[in-house]
């Protein structure tokens, strides 16, 4: 037993029995003093107040250092050197050691903080709001669990070494936060079939490793900020393990062909991220070289927030994004910057819900359904294209949301003015099925229009107005079918040029021609291989101009516009098709020409 030391305890047991000493508040050890038990003895110290580690606490060979302490145990210098290193405390625990085996239990408050120079097990707990960190600083050091595991309170479990092996007790509780990562910060990471061995310079982790993660509604982060870079060379499954899987990378991610399976997904990283994934919830950013991710959930994803990361963002660069199950709904922006941003749903009626902000030079998003009135699709300075995943699918441009027919891309007006950029495509060359103007659409926010099939046809059957350049294309591809049609009650309208292109007709002379109200520019059309070219218009209208013509390539082919006011004629009109041919004007008003023949 010793009472009040003012200075530092020292002690030295040479050469048989055990060194067991009770204390009050107390330093061990200090500047050239020491504690050392004998090879294979055992050194015990028990506290009624804090230990303080001042110097080396040194059992040589098998032996043991156990410290208990009713407050709390610190380490201002030196360490404990044991085969095994037994810590209990109440109020915090930090300990140098170099030591095969290392306990640690705290009880009410502070943290745990073991910090050891070589390869060692680690077991412990802390059960009070603090955090249980472990670290094996040595080059290529491995970190172990022991048979007890580790948790920890509130402040969350920190594994850091060059390798770590997992499989020897549980890691943490329901809710705690758990960190693996490499001690040195360039090492890389890898995800490893069981069994492989370690290499040096590469923390590898095994499906075995992460099944002894217990931290069923906490966050495991894997990595650090500037560290090296992680692949996934093996699939691995932490979705009955761990609620939300965070993978931290100073450089890229790469696991394309590997799948992640978890309930939550996140990631940051300072490179390219290339990944397959099976997750509820995704979300992650990117410094450099962009994002490419797969998902495959049957019951949806979710861009929403994951841990730290909101939505998804790539500074700048490429975001390609695909589900290939179910639906998809965006609750977090998604940022490309001044790069291209896509997004696929494979599945058949699978449903794209955009309830944030898109953003991108080069938007495409291509699903058979499409719910965008919730949120933004900014693509200034480029195109945005929407399409639906299935070709035969049809296209209807509709009054109201719906989404529940079958096999139809429903499109509203409220929908397009969600969207702002140059240029917007709808539809796409391989489009089997039809597009229908069904409602009044007038895009508010982009100029420029194209409605595009490939041998479906185009049904005006209400208005449609641009404005900036509206063009028809029915017969994307080359196609040798695809007419433009109009029930009667369509009309066409552009501030710009309007441009009409079909393979089997656009218009019925001897039925409905095709409507065209205000156009600003100037009118063009082609057909190619069958039909007629019937337009009827409400005003002036200007056919053709410098590089722009109506041709009709039908052998004996009709031509026929009906002018409401006046026609100028300012490129060819033409049945380059021949034969016995007919171009006919009519116009309320005067046909002039200013070019063209």
């Known amino acids: 037993t010793i009472g009040a030391v003012g200075g530092t305890l020292s002690a030295t047991n040479s050469t048989g029995g055990d060194m067991y000493l009770a204390t009050g508040s107390i330093v061990i050890g ?67 050691t170099e030591a095969a085996v290392v306990t640690a239990d705290n009880a009410s408050s502070g943290d745990v903080v073991i910090v050891d120079v070589d390869d060692v097990s680690i077991a412990g707990s802390n059960v009070g709001v603090g955090s249980f960190s472990a670290t094996a600083v040595g080059v290529d050091s491995t970190l172990s669990i022991g048979a007890g ?46 069994g492989t061995g370690d290499t040096a310079g590469v923390l590898r982790l095994t499906d075995a490793d992460l099944d002894s993660l217990a931290n069923t509604a906490g966050v495991t982060t894997i990595g650090r900020a500037g560290g090296g870079g992680i692949t996934v060379t093996e699939g691995f499954d932490v979705s009955g393990d761990s609620g939300v899987l965070h993978l931290i990378s100073g450089a890229g991610i790469a696991g394309a062909g590997q799948t992640i399976a978890v309930g939550n997904l996140a990631f940051t990283a300072g490179g390219a991220v290339n990944l397959d994934t099976a997750v509820s919830v995704l979300a992650g950013s990117t410094t450099a070289g962009g994002v490419i991710v797969s998902n495959a959930a049957a019951g949806g994803l979710t861009i929403g927030t994951v841990s730290t990361e909101s939505g998804l963002v790539s500074t700048g660069t490429a975001i390609d994004l695909t589900e290939t199950l179910g639906d998809l709904t965006i ?12 997004v696929t749903l494979d599945g058949d009626d699978a449903l794209l819900d955009n309830d944030a902000v898109l953003t991108g030079v080069g938007i495409t998003l291509v699903s058979d359904k499409l719910a965008l009135e919730g949120g933004t699709v900014l693509g200034a300075g480029g195109s945005v294209t929407l399409r639906s995943r299935q070709v035969t699918d049809g296209i209807d441009l509709v009054a109201a949301v719906g989404d529940g027919v079958v096999d139809t891309l429903e499109l509203t007006d409220m929908e397009l003015d969600s969207i702002t950029a140059d240029a917007l495509l709808i539809g796409d060359a391989a489009q089997t099925g039809a597009i229908r103007v069904l ?66 007709g656009i218009g019925v002379i001897a039925g409905n021609a095709v409507t065209i109200g205000a156009v600003g520019g100037t009118l063009s059309a082609t057909n190619s291989t069958g039909g007629e070219i019937s337009l009827v218009t409400v005003a002036d209208i200007n056919l053709g101009g410098v590089g722009r013509t109506l041709d009709q390539q039908v052998v004996g082919g009709e031509i026929r516009i009906d002018a409401g006011g006046n026609i100028v004629i300012g490129g060819d009109v033409s049945v380059s098709g021949g034969g016995a041919s007919t171009v006919t004007l009519f116009a309320n008003g005067a046909i002039n020409r200013t070019g063209g023949t």
């Open 331 to 342: 609750a977090d922006g998604v940022n490309a910057g001044a790069d291209t941003l896509s």
């Open 439 to 504: 409602a009044a659409m007038a895009p508010d926010n982009v100029p420029d229009v194209e409605l595009r099939n490939n041998t479906g046809g185009i049904a005006v059957n209400d208005s449609f107005a641009a404005t900036g350049d509206l063009v028809l294309t029915a017969d994307g591809g080359g196609a040798v079918l695809g007419a433009i049609t109009d029930d009667g009650t369509g009309q066409l309208n552009a501030v710009g040029d309007l441009t009409l292109s079909a393979a089997t």
């Open 30 to 96: 200090g500047a050239g003093a020491s504690l050392n038990q004998v090879a294979g003895g055992e050194l015990r110290i028990d506290s009624g107040a804090d230990i303080d580690i001042g110097g080396n606490v040194t059992v040589g060979g098998a032996g043991r250092i156990t410290l208990q302490a009713v407050t709390a145990i610190t380490n201002s210098a030196g360490a404990l050197q044991a085969q095994t290193v037994d810590l209990d405390a109440a109020d915090g625990i930090a300990a140098s």
């Open 149 to 194: 595991g580790i948790t920890a309170g509130s402040g969350g479990i920190v594994l850091t070494a060059d390798h770590l092996d997992l499989t020897g007790g549980a890691v943490g509780d329901a809710d705690d936060d758990i960190t693996l990562r490499q001690n040195s910060l360039v090492a890389a990471i890898e995800f490893v079939a069981d």
